[in-house]
């Protein structure tokens, strides 16, 4: 059973710092692209960024939104990726979900974590 | 970036009736390389996360029921519910992976009439 776990979030106030955890089972994880998606309550499906295989050079692409205070990155060898998570905003207030797209068939996201809640407030 | 615009943005049909939300591209999501199309549709339901029901524009992922179908070309798609039933009630979005950023549609709700 394919399955994306989350972990880390949490309450920070704003200009602070968090980091997510994904840990994954069921799927050949090194060969697939880990991408993060978030939603703020009672809105739409905004992406955040992927890492991609170490066949595709562990590349990352980041939403202008978060560019230069979200890394990603991954332990191939323990199933995990992460997110960074730097200099957070109130407006980053959002249930950010890891997903997986296999990055050998290249269809398009296909599990998804339950999600984990990040609130920045003050 | 491409702009996905979803439409409408909420629905109400009557049950066993046809729903059918829209979205269209700001740009081609055509993949040269393997002729398909980087448009993929996903149900959610509250307090859920999305579930996969269309990717590469048609193909319906397994277990799908066959009432979910998708259709287009080029820059213009539809998700087909051919005979709404009442566990279809969910928000449905699209996704275009043809590039990053990767993009979402704003949503459809999908309602009971």
């Not at chain 2, 269309?54 to 524009?57: R, V």
């Given at each position: 059973e394919v399955q994306l776990v989350e972990s880390g979030g949490g309450l920070v106030q704003p200009g602070g710092s968090l980091k997510l955890s994904c840990a994954a089972s069921g799927f050949t994880f090194s060969d697939s692209a880990i991408h993060w998606v978030r939603q703020a309550s009672g809105k739409g499906l905004e992406w955040v960024g992927r890492i991609r295989s170490k066949a595709k050079s562990y590349a990352t692409a980041y939403a202008a939104s978060v560019k230069d205070r979200f890394i990603l990155s991954r332990d191939d060898s323990k199933n995990t990726a992460y997110l960074e998570m730097n200099s957070l905003k109130t407006e980053d207030t959002a249930v950010y979900y890891c997903t997986r797209l296999d990055d050998v068939m290249?269809?398009?996201?296909?599990y998804w974590g339950q999600g984990t809640l990040v609130t920045v407030s003050s | 970036d491409i702009v996905m615009t979803q439409s409408p943005d909420s629905l109400a049909v009557s049950l066993g009736e046809r729903a059918t939300i829209n979205c269209k591209s700001s740009q081609s999501l055509l993949y040269s390389s393997n002729n398909k199309y980087y448009l993929t549709w996903y149900q959610q339901k509250p307090g859920q996360p999305p579930k996969l029901l269309?990717?590469?524009?048609s193909t319906r992922e397994?277990?799908?029921?066959?009432r979910f179908s998708g259709s287009g070309s080029g820059t213009d798609f539809t998700l087909t519910i051919s005979s709404l039933q009442a566990e279809d009630v969910a928000v449905y979005f699209c996704l275009q992976?043809?590039?990053?950023p990767l993009t979402f549609g704003g949503g459809t709700k999908v309602e009971i009439k």
């Open positions: 290249l269809t398009s996201i296909d | 269309i990717y590469w524009a397994s277990g799908v029921p066959d992976s043809y590039s990053t």
